[in-house]
């Protein structure tokens, strides 16, 4: 049974930090690329980070040089690491992995609230 948990999320001032993790099972990690969207009441959802399976970054413009992807193959768990909060980061976040022909798995998402 495929599972993505997703941990970390919380209320934070802002200019504050918080780590989200999210921890898989159920398929073989190390083969998806592992994504973070987020989404926004009102607001589609977007693409935050990713990171691929050979360990490849991409960040969407609004959170260079504040937020990393980064995953550990070992614990089959993906983290995103978010510095510099912003009220407009406020979002539900959510754990995502894909491989194409083989899957595309989402989490239940963890509540981000930045606070001005």
């Known amino acids: 049974q495929v599972q993505l948990v997703e941990s970390g999320g919380g209320l934070v001032q802002a200019g504050g930090s918080l780590r989200l993790s999210c921890a898989a099972s159920?398929?073989?990690?190390?083969?998806?690329?592992m994504m973070w969207y987020r989404q926004s009441p009102g607001k589609e959802r977007e693409l935050v980070a990713a990171i691929s399976s050979g360990g490849t970054t991409n960040y969407a413009d609004f959170v260079k040089g504040r937020f990393t992807i980064s995953r550990d193959n070992a614990k089959n768990t993906v983290y995103l690491q978010m510095n510099s909060l912003q009220p407009g980061d406020t979002a539900v976040y959510y754990c995502?992995?894909?491989?194409?022909?083989?899957?595309?798995?989402w989490g239940q998402g963890t509540q981000v609230t930045v606070s001005s």
């Open positions: 159920g398929f073989t990690f190390s083969m998806y690329g």
């Open positions: 995502n992995a894909k491989r194409t022909w083989s899957g595309n798995y």
